[in-house]
């Protein structure tokens, strides 16, 4: 075939490379517009809450992800037992609070013993994939030591969905130690409460440059309201118009899945305890760990929920709950809010059994361990 005239021939290696060039000028000019885009995306922020304990610590975060609109996109997940008539349905109190939930997932098998707790991660890893796949988070934040917690961090991680996981590198009684540990191996930052925590994650090859030393979440709130002016009224609302500041007992026990039948043993022995005491008394009922059916037999056996001395709730709003705490005489029981939360005001704190055991508390001289 003959040249046309006035036509020039190019290399054709140099055609080759004009043509790369401009591949290579468009792929750039796509990662300059994608990095654009990243740049203005909102983080799309999954907060998962299982019970009214979690949800006292993620709500100041909830709250500061909820303020910044054009940063971060919040979804809540609520599940476990926030969604129980017996528990008080306590994912009303988020409502309340104005956040939107997303999702609300049942994943409760009753029975309250050993087997219904495997049944009921079972049953929440088999809804979670669904709602996790649908909402896809940059990050999912679970919190704490709950065995629904340790069913969350499972399916985020199998699904490639970063965790961050509050309150882990901490060290106490029972089971739920196992689960915290199990948690922070599965998440990829983390928010710690201690420097020994930080030290017990960076022990356990977590990356020092993903641990944050926050302190507790709800300590804000907590030091915040310790002072508000209306506290007796709070205080009168749920233990009667003669109750006196520092002149009440709050008592809140929960199962140790470990040795159950013990705990149960205890549980009885504190009730007598407080019976002779002839304090007036606000007791919460246990959480839906094994064994918390056969403490509440307990209580209603020895009649507690009609003694003139008790008032026995199934859930307090966490702003006046604190201020019961703040304000009681003493607080009795296996809480962890009676080694950190009532460490926040200084209220006397007589700790039950094991589920603390290792716990860290102030150097104060008022926490007593029996």
């Known amino acids: 075939m003959e040249k046309q005239p006035g036509v020039l021939t190019r290399n054709p290696h140099e055609l080759y490379y004009l043509r790369m060039q401009r591949i290579k000028e468009k792929m750039e000019r796509g990662?300059?517009?994608?990095?654009?885009?990243?740049?203005?995306?909102?983080?799309?922020?999954?907060?998962?809450?299982?019970?009214?304990?979690?949800?006292?610590?993620?709500?100041?975060?909830?709250?500061?992800?909820?303020?910044?609109?054009?940063?971060?996109?919040?979804?809540?997940?609520?599940?476990?037992?926030?969604?129980?008539?017996?528990?008080?349905?306590?994912?009303?109190?988020?409502?309340?609070?104005e956040f939107d939930i997303g999702s609300k997932l049942h994943t409760i098998v009753r029975g309250e013993d050993e087997a219904a707790m495997v049944e009921s991660v079972g049953l929440a890893l088999v809804k979670l994939p669904d709602v996790l796949q649908r909402l896809h988070p940059d990050i999912l934040i679970v919190h704490g030591d709950r065995f629904d917690a340790l069913a969350l961090a499972t399916a985020a991680a199998l699904m490639n969905i970063r965790i961050l996981h509050l309150e882990g590198g901490e060290v106490s009684g029972t089971i739920d130690d196992s689960i915290r540990h199990a948690i922070s191996k599965l998440a990829h930052y983390h928010a710690c409460c201690t420097r020994m925590a930080e030290q017990h994650l960076i022990a356990m090859c977590e990356d020092h440059s993903r641990i944050l030393l926050a302190g507790c979440p709800s300590y804000d709130k907590l030091l915040s309201s310790?002072?508000?002016?209306?506290?007796?009224?709070?205080?009168?609302?749920?233990?009667?118009?003669?109750?006196?500041?520092r002149d009440y007992i709050v008592a809140l026990q929960h199962p140790v899945t470990t040795d159950i039948q013990h705990s149960i043993k205890i549980y009885g022995l504190m009730l007598d305890a407080l019976i002779s005491f002839n304090k007036r008394t606000l007791i919460l009922f246990p959480n839906?760990?094994?064994?918390?059916?056969?403490?509440?037999?307990?209580?209603?056996?020895?009649?507690?929920?009609?003694h003139p001395n008790f008032r026995a709730v199934?859930?307090?709003?966490?702003?006046?709950?604190?201020?019961?705490?703040?304000?009681?005489?003493?607080?009795?029981?296996?809480?962890?809010?009676?080694?950190?939360?009532?460490?926040?005001?200084?209220?006397?704190?007589?700790?039950?059994?094991?589920?603390?055991?290792?716990?860290?508390?102030?150097?104060?001289?008022w926490l007593r361990s029996l």
Not at 288 to 306: F, L, N, P, T, W
Not at 317 to 334: D, K, S, W
């Open 288 to 306: 839906i760990d094994a064994g918390s059916k056969e403490m509440v037999r307990v209580m209603r056996k020895k009649g507690i929920e009609q």
């Open 314 to 365: 199934k859930h307090i709003p966490f702003e006046q709950f604190i201020q019961l705490v703040c304000h009681a005489g003493c607080m009795i029981g296996n809480s962890s809010c009676g080694v950190r939360e009532a460490g926040a005001f200084g209220t006397p704190v007589i700790n039950l059994g094991t589920r603390q055991t290792g716990r860290e508390t102030g150097s104060c001289d």
């Open 226 to 245: 310790q002072r508000r002016d209306d506290y007796m009224d709070i205080i009168k609302s749920w233990l009667g118009d003669k109750v006196k500041d």
């Open 31 to 97: 990662k300059t517009e994608e990095n654009q885009y990243e740049s203005k995306r909102k983080l799309k922020v999954c907060v998962a809450t299982c019970n009214r304990a979690d949800y006292s610590k993620l709500a100041p975060i909830m709250f500061g992800l909820k303020n910044q609109p054009e940063e971060f996109e919040l979804e809540v997940v609520v599940l476990g037992s926030h969604l129980i008539d017996d528990y008080g349905n306590t994912f009303r109190m988020i409502e309340q609070d």
